[in-house]
């Protein structure tokens, strides 16, 4: 007996439609007069037809059409999109739009058998399904079925929902709902069912709160680079080896420009290459060695940039006769996977680096979350852990640890770039702190 297949169909949007921001107030439009950018490369899976997007293939798929890199106020927000079923697999169809804290945070709002419904998943834990309402009949389906508009509008920790302009029902947010936490994507999608979309609006007040990162967050990019190997040391070279993430070194291509206004080679976010923390370390370290010519490299294999990624592809380098090696993560590190789990990890790498013939001095930087900065001077629950965690290790270990915290809780140290995921990162200043307390790390290593 075969098996039907379902197929996951994405296109990101990444804001293609008219995006403004107002005092405060962000206004989304997408009539989809023309191409979106990226709908190109799913032209196989989507179509534009008459000024609008249907899905193909949709009575097999999960058909989503995704908005990132957002920085939304969950309580004032309006969500409103126009729908046309087109065809609906009789087993079960629904559509809606997914709004997506981060954290395992979710407002899942949808349509299904004349029912519009509510899922709500406060970190990581799933409700009941509740619903709004039960409109008076089933939508109409077929191909001259009607245009349908689908309103959500959250205010006062309350969803409403209405549906071509008529109230259908109330859903109070849970009381665990973080609401600080700002929607930082949107899911509009379909599943199992041929619809069409039109004329998707968003309407809220630009999220002042910035996001405490999980590494399954959106938030966070890595995109590693494709380094040279690296040449054969010279007499007088004095290498850097930078083991890292985003913060230490983060690609370019045209979705990152497009989708993150990210568009150069360096530590995210700094303003050019010269400006981040590896690059400014380097220039004090030439300084004080001037007999000596710096040179650096970078660990740019094994994945998303945790601990254990970086240990994956560690034997890589250990025989480049790195002279220092600065190892900087902690950013990507799940709060599920666990504290154990990380001191495992991190406990290795250090390890394998210390066994490498050329015995390179190991500095450690503590990890980058700008979570409420300037409201509070200290880390709290899972970056508390992540931070103490790392620093432990490095204690045990004799390894130099240089904390970063001070930086990230001061608000003039993030915030640069045009996405909140650009803007999460260290700014020019917060690189010249990084840079700072690596430099002074040294300095008293070298005393010793």
Wanted: hydrophobic share 40%.
């Amino acid at each position: 007996m075969m098996k039907s297949k379902i197929f996951i169909i994405v296109l990101f949007v990444a804001l293609a439609g008219a995006v403004k921001s107002f005092g405060g107030e962000i206004v989304i439009k997408e009539d989809f007069s023309k191409a979106p950018a990226k709908i190109s490369s799913w032209e196989n899976r989507w179509e534009l037809k008459d000024e609008a997007i249907r899905t193909k293939d949709g009575l097999k798929a999960y058909s989503s059409l995704l908005m990132g890199n957002l920085n939304l106020e969950l309580n004032r927000t309006t969500l409103s999109f126009k729908v046309r079923q087109n065809q609906l697999d009789p087993k079960g169809s629904l559509f809606g739009v997914k709004l997506n804290a981060g954290r395992g945070n979710q407002l899942h709002l949808f349509y299904q058998n004349g029912l519009m419904r509510c899922i709500q998943t406060v970190e990581g834990k799933k409700s009941e399904t509740e619903n709004f309402g039960r409109l008076v009949s089933p939508l109409t389906e077929g191909k001259d079925a009607p245009w349908t508009e689908i309103t959500f509008d959250i205010a006062d920790s309350a969803i409403k929902s209405k549906v071509n302009g008529q109230d259908v029902g109330s859903i109070a947010l849970k009381k665990e709902w973080n609401i600080s936490l700002p929607i930082t994507e949107l899911d509009f999608h379909a599943y199992q069912a041929d619809v069409s979309f039109d004329d998707l609006s968003v309407v809220s007040a630009e999220s002042t709160i910035k996001v405490e990162a999980q590494p399954s967050d959106k938030i966070l990019s890595q995109m590693d680079v494709a380094e040279k190997q690296a040449a054969a040391k010279g007499p007088n070279d004095y290498r850097i080896l930078f083991i890292g993430d985003s913060i230490t070194r983060h690609g370019f291509s045209k979705k990152t420009v497009s989708e993150m206004g990210w568009d150069h080679l360096a530590g995210m976010a700094a303003t050019k290459e010269e400006n981040d923390y590896a690059h400014l370390l380097a220039a004090k370290i030439q300084k004080l060695m001037p007999d000596k010519k710096v040179d650096l490299q970078f660990h740019g294999k094994g994945g998303s940039g945790s601990a254990a990624q970086r240990l994956s592809a560690i034997t890589e380098f250990a025989n480049i006769a790195a002279d220092l090696v600065v190892v900087q993560l902690g950013e990507h590190e799940k709060e599920a996977v666990g504290a154990d789990a990380l001191e495992s990890s991190y406990k290795k790498l250090l390890e394998a680096i210390r066994a490498w013939p050329s015995k390179p001095l190991v500095i450690c930087t503590g990890v980058w979350n700008p979570y409420k900065a300037g409201e509070r001077t200290v880390y709290t629950e899972w970056t508390r852990k992540v931070e103490d965690t790392m620093q432990g290790v490095c204690k045990n270990m004799s390894i130099p640890f240089a904390s970063v915290e001070k930086y990230a809780l001061d608000p003039s140290c993030s915030g640069w770039g045009t996405s909140g995921g650009v803007k999460w990162h260290p700014n020019d200043k917060g690189m010249q702190g990084y840079s700072d307390a690596i430099f002074a790390a040294f300095e008293e290593s070298r005393k010793k």
